[in-house]
């Protein structure tokens, strides 16, 4: 599984990227056969004014598949990651789910 990292408007630190690979390999690490690829968007919209800015996307790729996206903002960047952390891992689940509960005949997800 590849894990990818884009910052925009903010500094991509080490402590930021560290936790965010942490919150993935908890979340997501009982799926990493079934993965192709997760990428991480993080943002900071409205820089030093503050406010509920700080955004959090995870995109999840599995093979021949639609990607799962989850999107998730607030104050605090790492409340932002973990939220997103957490819905992302009860959207793979689903969709495994799903798609062996259907056999994969014909699924899109």
Not at 25 to 54: C, F, M, W
Request: proline content about 3%; some cysteine.
């Amino acid at each position: 599984m590849r894990v990818g990292f884009v910052a925009r408007g903010m500094a991509l630190t080490t402590a930021i990227r560290n936790y965010a690979q942490r919150r993935l390999h908890t979340a997501l690490g009982r799926y990493r056969e079934s993965l192709e690829a997760v990428y991480i968007q993080l943002a900071d919209v409205n820089g030093p004014r503050g406010g509920i800015d700080k955004h959090c996307v995870i995109e999840v790729r599995r093979p021949a598949r639609a990607p799962i996206i989850v999107r998730e903002r607030d104050a605090d960047l790492y409340v932002a990651i973990d939220r997103a952390a957490d819905r992302v891992d009860r959207a793979v689940a689903r969709r495994i789910a799903r798609s062996r509960t259907f056999g994969d005949i014909g699924a899109h997800g």
